[in-house]
């Protein structure tokens, strides 16, 4: 079975431009959340997608957005780049919701990363 | 909103166990144990959930105390295959916003 996977891998970008990154989760998971990982912030989250909806969302600016499609890939979206949004964009799927209540645990599993350098 | 981690890092002889804690200010709904490698992607350990049972997975296992709002990673017979840096994250009550720790490096020697 083949693994999350996300592209590109590395992407190089200036300050102002947008970028948009993709993530194909394992098939048949229908959760997708993003994270974003610098050596100064951290591991941060940044939102969750399930069956095309926004489910949780993360404290980052308008600028950071997403989708899902009907096929559960994933995409994540940065405009106006600035130099501090140069991090590792991980994204991680689950079979169900991700953080759901009650009793229900999902395993989730991390994509390789997209590392963003942002001049 | 960040919970903390200790220790910060921690050296382990093969076969040691080790204690990391994850304390948070607020009231939480769960707690989520990730290891990641050097230059790798995290792996998702275990979610703790409020009111939920210790949790474990081959030697680790964690544990989640609602009083003291704190969970511990507990990692039994320590294998090198351990070493990394472990993150916590956490969620409050009532939140829907996941919080990470600043990770503790843990270091299995032979």
């Known amino acids: 079975k083949a693994g999350v996977t996300q592209t590109p891998r590395y992407l190089i970008k200036t300050r102002g431009q947008q970028v948009t990154l993709s993530c194909s989760p394992i098939?048949?998971?229908?959760?997708v959340s993003w994270y974003q990982q610098t050596p100064g912030q951290g591991l941060q989250f940044l939102f969750e997608y399930f069956s095309e909806t926004q489910r949780n969302k993360g404290n980052f600016p308008g600028r950071f957005s997403g989708r899902q499609f009907s096929n559960s890939r994933s995409e994540m979206n940065v405009s106006t780049l600035e130099l501090g949004d140069s991090a590792l964009y991980l994204c991680a799927s689950s079979l169900g919701p991700y953080r759901s209540s009650g009793t229900y645990q999902e395993t989730q599993y991390f994509g390789p990363g997209t590392r963003l350098l942002v001049l | 909103q960040q919970p903390v981690q200790s220790p910060q890092a921690v050296i382990l002889r093969e076969g040691e166990d080790a204690v990391i804690n994850c304390s948070s200010s607020k009231a939480l709904y769960s707690v989520h144990w990730y290891r990641q490698k050097h230059g790798e992607a995290p792996v998702f350990l275990m979610i703790l959930l409020k009111g939920g049972e210790q949790k474990g997975h081959e030697k680790i296992s964690a544990s989640f105390n609602e009083k003291k709002q704190q969970s511990s990673l507990y990692l039994t017979a320590s294998q090198l295959s351990y070493s990394g840096t472990y993150f916590c994250?956490?969620?409050?009550?009532?939140?829907?916003?996941?919080?990470f720790g600043t990770g503790t490096r843990l270091t299995v020697i032979p």
């Open positions: 098939s048949g998971h229908r959760s």
């Open positions: 994250g956490t969620e409050w009550d009532g939140a829907n916003n996941l919080f």
